[in-house]
């Protein structure tokens, strides 16, 4: 089991930054990757970005490339997600995701945090 606890989101005014972190705990060692999500109502759920938890690869969606950068500290435990120049568009709920391999893939997510960008 892995339990995912993010944190930092708020609301921010176009053009800011915000950083949010999601912890995680539990079956860590066994994690494959971790990912950013984000959802508005009645819209799906859609990546955001994406990092491997041992190579430390990363991948970004169209919209936000150039603008978020995901990083994970040196235990592997933590993701953040760096968001710049922030639009309108980018408000939602954002929630991390995690892969974990053992014995079968397990998805995890985490409760999800409300970024709301608007003056």
């Known amino acids: 089991q892995v339990q995912l606890v993010e944190s930092g989101g708020g609301l921010v005014q176009p053009g800011g930054s915000l950083r949010l972190s999601c912890a995680a705990s539990g079956s860590i060692a066994t994690i494959y990757d971790m990912s950013w999500y984000r959802q508005v109502p009645g819209k799906e759920r859609e990546l955001v970005a994406a990092?491997?938890?041992?190579?430390?690869?990363?991948n970004y969606a169209d919209s936000v490339q150039g603008r978020f950068t995901i990083s994970r500290d040196n235990a592997g435990n933590t993701v953040y997600l760096e968001m710049n120049s922030l639009k309108p568009e980018d408000t939602a709920v954002y929630y991390c995701?995690?892969?974990?391999?053992?014995?079968?893939?397990?998805?995890?997510w985490g409760q999800g945090t409300q970024v709301p960008v608007s003056s």
């Open positions: 995701y995690a892969r974990e391999y053992s014995m079968e893939w397990n998805h995890y």
């Open positions: 990092i491997t938890t041992s190579l430390g690869r990363t």
